[in-house]
């Protein structure tokens, strides 16, 4: 699955008669050719073997038989416009297995490919060109396209909130649309197990179901688990029967199911109704299974069986991500494990047990996957890891051997806000649009040993705030076409205003079908102060810091409070706010270089409740004189911790002064968490 060194080479070729064309994903080259093709027509197929109508016949080219392409716009041929042709042949010239040529010209559709998938991009590509013809007929044009990444795919959490299997027929059906191939579904967590197995019946018949449907609510509140049946019980599980025809009719459409069973960690629901897999025995639940218990393993491994006899996938992912492990170092069966197998500590567990079922797995010709934790342990090289915390760690994990997919959270979670917060339903606290999404450039930086490494990109839908199927689209749609972009191009070359005008006409289409795709064309963006610079009297300012901000996230340094750049929606690393978390919170001296009129002083800071970043609790501004005196210009506090959705709000003093120095202070409330402010303006 390794891409080859003429794929590389490509990827820097992207060409600019791209420009223009519709297509999501954008092909490799788009030559336009003279005159056009028209759509209300039968066709007469002439395959150059057998074999390569077998694979295309498998990849849906037999519809042409006996439909037109007019069907492809929703409406039957009113009249034959006499029979055009098909010619297939094999793609010598490009080894890619997904590679294809398509050739329309007026009378006859030339097409190359070398495989099933080959064929199934061609057809999609064909489908999509007649979905957007224009006075019945497609414009004549030559393609040639391959991927630049093997896997393509998106992630959805299933277990904080349940959906019925119909939306995971949709989800199939927009992943074949863009040309994508991976479903990852993330089918256990605390908040709920979602498939049938035989062998545990406790699974879904408890750890299925919850006292409250919507996750936040249940979160905060209970967290106790419910029994199948029960009047307020929330939840449900897919049955194998259920799995099995979703991953047939996947197949057909070129997409691989590849599931995920949580280990050790974010297991409270299994450990609830199992309770002697957990170190404590506790009804509750304890977030982490315990590796002492060689039962633990007996439960993962029959577990898994009935997982690989639904899932064919050869890749099977395990989790292993934030595991607390805070029952282990007490108990006595994870000492006895660490003792017997010579381990350095309670916590090198982790990495004993993925090990593992690595093994077990590898055993059974499949492939294991884990979120980027498992580096902090040993593991042998065909474990793959799936990178989610940041971008330095892929580095990392090359280094050891591993096979990498990259889903980094600051590009490719697509569960936060895409748009002001004030607009739409409450998200997971970051703003992360379209235009970051499809910003991030997967291969840069890495040599071309590195990128033989990744495997492809992955977009990310965890789902604590997304109760139903239409969120599910609205949170989805458009962001989806970003991460298919980035997957089928390789994200070398950008042209985010060419792609914006691209998906908004998506979206638009989607809307229209009925799908509750996120309205692009009415995008209000980012925080309009974040725009453009702020120029005041402390811009440029030395700042004096009494406590430290944090080192993720620095907004730039020590430079960061008078260099004129205001926050906008996105908190994280990279942005204008800096974050503090040290004891006593924000404590500095503002040095604006000389003695000044001052008539106002103002910072604002940014408030979001699920990241745990919250407004002050108190604030003091003061002037100091030479000698260090102070002359205390305002004192603000708050005895009311607010939850609201993401915002700004500006704390201050105005009034009248002279003075060089200004002392600033601001801390946390009983709730504890985060402050983050992005500039001290003074006027």
């Not at 498939?195 to 699974?203: D, F, G, H, S, W």
């Not at 905060?220 to 419910?226: E, F, I, P």
């Not at 007490?330 to 309670?346: G, H, I, M, N, Y």
């Not at 702020?534 to 300012?541: I, L």
Request: neutral net charge; glycine residues 8%.
């Amino acid at each position: 699955m390794r891409q080859s060194s003429l794929l590389l080479s490509l990827l820097f070729l992207w060409t600019a008669g791209v420009k223009g064309q519709s297509l999501i994903p954008s092909p490799l080259t788009y030559q336009p050719l003279t005159g056009s093709h028209p759509l209300e027509r039968t066709y007469r197929i002439e395959p150059e073997s057998k074999a390569i109508w077998r694979e295309a016949k498998a990849a849906g080219w037999d519809v042409l038989q006996s439909s037109s392409l007019s069907a492809y716009r929703g409406h039957s041929a009113s009249r034959n416009r006499n029979q055009g042709i098909i010619s297939m042949a094999c793609y010598a010239d490009d080894p890619r297995p997904e590679a294809y040529a398509l050739r329309i010209t007026p009378d006859t559709l030339w097409v190359k490919a070398n495989t099933t998938d080959g064929w199934r991009h061609a057809l999609t590509t064909l489908r999509r060109l007649a979905a957007d013809a224009n006075n019945g007929a497609i414009p004549c044009v030559s393609i040639e396209d391959a991927p630049a990444m093997a896997w393509r795919g998106v992630m959805l959490d299933v277990s904080r909130h349940f959906y019925p299997i119909p939306t995971l027929y949709n989800v199939v059906d927009w992943l074949a649309r863009y040309k994508m191939n991976r479903l990852h579904l993330h089918l256990t967590d605390a908040a709920g197990w979602r498939m049938e197995i035989k062998r545990y019946p406790l699974l879904t018949k408890q750890a299925a179901w919850r006292d409250a449907a919507l996750w936040k609510t249940w979160w905060n509140g209970t967290r106790a688990y419910a029994h199948e049946g029960d009047t307020a019980a929330y939840g449900g599980y897919y049955t194998q029967k259920q799995l099995r025809q979703l991953v047939k009719y996947a197949s057909r459409r070129g997409v691989t199911i590849v599931p995920e069973i949580e280990m050790p960690a974010h297991s409270e629901e299994v450990t609830a109704a199992y309770l002697e897999l957990s170190c404590t025995h506790d009804p509750k639940g304890q977030p982490d299974f315990c590796p002492g218990n060689e039962g633990t393993f007996t439960f993962l491994q029959n577990v898994l069986a009935e997982v690989m006899d639904v899932f064919p996938s050869t890749d099977i992912h395990v989790g292993g991500d934030e595991a607390g492990k805070a029952a282990w170092p007490t108990c006595s069966l994870c000492r006895q494990r660490v003792k017997d197998e010579d381990l350095p500590s309670v916590q090198a567990l982790q990495g004993y047990l993925i090990r593992r079922i690595a093994a077990y797995a590898r055993e059974r010709g499949r492939r294991i996957i884990a979120w980027d934790e498992v580096l902090d342990d040993s593991m042998p090289t065909d474990v793959q890891v799936m990178i989610w915390r940041d971008t330095t760690t892929v580095r990392k994990a090359i280094a050891r051997g591993h096979d990498v997919i990259l889903a980094p959270g600051a590009f490719c979670y697509l569960d936060a806000y895409q748009d002001d917060p004030s607009l739409g339903p409450e998200a997971n606290g970051a703003y992360r649009p379209l235009s970051r999404v499809y910003g991030y450039r997967p291969l840069a930086g890495l040599s071309v040993e590195e990128r033989s490494h990744i495997r492809g990109i992955q977009g990310c839908l965890w789902t604590e705030y997304v109760p139903t199927p239409a969120d599910v689209e609205r949170m989805l749609l458009p962001r989806l076409l970003a991460i298919a972009e980035n997957g089928w191009t390789g994200g070398c070359e950008k042209d985010y205003a060419s792609f914006r005008q691209r998906a908004v006409a998506e979206c638009n289409r989607l809307r229209a079908q009925g799908i509750q795709a996120f309205n692009l064309g009415a995008e209000v963006g980012d925080r309009p102060a974040s725009r453009q610079p702020v120029w005041h009297k402390a811009r440029g300012a030395k700042v004096i810091y009494h406590r430290p901000y944090n080192n993720t996230y620095t907004a730039g340094g020590e430079t960061a409070l008078t260099d004129g750049r205001r926050g906008g929606w996105d908190y994280g690393a990279g942005s204008a706010w800096q974050g503090f978390i040290s004891r006593g919170r924000i404590d500095l001296t503002l040095d604006l270089g000389k003695v000044m009129d001052v008539r106002r002083v103002a910072m604002d800071f940014f408030q979001s409740a699920g990241p745990e970043i919250y407004l002050p609790s108190s604030f003091r501004i003061a002037a100091v004189d030479e000698a260090g005196q102070e002359t205390e210009l305002v004192t603000r506090s708050e005895t009311t911790v607010r939850h609201t959705l993401p915002s700004v709000e500006t704390w201050g003093w105005q009034g009248e002064i002279r003075t060089r120095y200004l002392h600033i202070q601001a801390n946390s409330g009983p709730l504890g968490g985060w402050l983050f402010t992005d500039e001290i303006i003074v006027e």
